[in-house]
């Protein structure tokens, strides 16, 4: 089943930095590893460091994806306390 995960975050850094990164090729491969294909990214028209990353992947990939990469995004610039998901399926 695939699912649609919804993750927002706060950024340490700044958006425009923090999107080189995610659209660069050390993130592609890191989301190829799980099957997670990105969909969109974009922050918060008020409040740049505000961030929203909508991901389709196979049940359980993101959690796998999160389990393995949490140092490397934190050292992107992620807070990871203020990490939020939500999961969606179309089923």
């Known amino acids: ?15 425009d930095q923090w ?10 491969a890191m989301h190829a590893e799980f099957g997670i294909k990105p969909l969109y990214r974009g922050c918060d028209k008020d409040n740049r460091s505000q961030i929203i990353v909508i991901h389709q992947s196979a049940a359980g990939a993101f959690e796998k994806f999160i389990a393995k990469n949490g140092e490397a995004l934190i050292s992107h610039g992620v807070k990871p306390e203020t990490l939020k998901t939500s999961t969606w399926v179309n089923s």
């Open 1 to 15: 089943m695939t699912e649609t995960t919804i993750v927002t975050f706060e950024l340490n850094g700044s958006f």
């Open 19 to 28: 999107k080189i990164i995610f659209d660069g090729p050390e993130a592609d």
